[in-house]
C-alpha cells in the first residue's frame, strides 16, 4: 500500500483533540484561504419506538482504502486542493460521538466546501462501509446511507 492508500479507519470516537491535531499543521499553510470541515455525528435516532444508542461500524477495508484513495486524488485534482484529511470510525461509537471527519483545504472557500461537500457524498454513497444501529433495547438495524 503506498501513501496516497494510506489507512483512514480509526478504532471507536474521533476525538476532539486528534482533529484539533490535523487543524493545528494547517497554520503554517499560507496559501490557503479556506478551510471546511464536516463532522458526522451518531444521532440518537429512534427505530421501531427505542433510541438509538450506538451504532457499530464495519467495513471491506481493503477495496475502502483503494476506493479512498481514488475519491481523494480526483478531488484534489477536481478542486486544486492544497490538503485533504478523512477519517472514518470502525466498531463502537456511542450517540454524540465524531464518527465521520472530513477536511479540504484550497486557496479559496468555495473550492473548499464544494469538495468537502462532494467528498462526503462520495464517501456516502461508494465507500464499503456498514453502520449497524444498537437501540436501547438491544435490538439492532442495519443504518441506511441517504
Known amino acids: 500500500m503506498n501513501e496516497r492508500q494510506k489507512n483512514f479507519f480509526i478504532e471507536g470516537a474521533i476525538s476532539e483533540i486528534y482533529i484539533a491535531e490535523i487543524l493545528q499543521k494547517y497554520r503554517t499553510e499560507t496559501k490557503a484561504g479556506g478551510h471546511s470541515i464536516f463532522l458526522g455525528q451518531v444521532r440518537a435516532d429512534e427505530k421501531d419506538g427505542q433510541e438509538v444508542q450506538a451504532i457499530e461500524f464495519t467495513a471491506y477495508q481493503e477495496p475502502a482504502i483503494k476506493k479512498m484513495a481514488q475519491i481523494r486524488e480526483e478531488i ?71
Not at 470502525?90 to 465521520?100: P, Y
Open 76 to 146: 484534489i485534482a477536481k478542486y486544486k486542493l492544497i490538503g485533504l484529511h478523512v477519517y472514518h470510525s470502525l466498531g463502537i461509537v456511542q450517540k454524540g460521538e465524531i464518527c465521520l471527519f472530513a477536511f479540504t483545504c484550497a486557496q479559496h472557500r468555495k473550492p473548499a466546501m464544494e469538495a468537502c461537500s462532494e467528498l462526503v457524498e462520495r464517501l456516502k454513497k461508494e465507500l464499503p462501509v456498514w453502520g449497524k444501529e444498537i437501540c436501547n433495547d438491544g435490538s439492532h438495524h442495519w443504518k441506511e446511507n441517504r
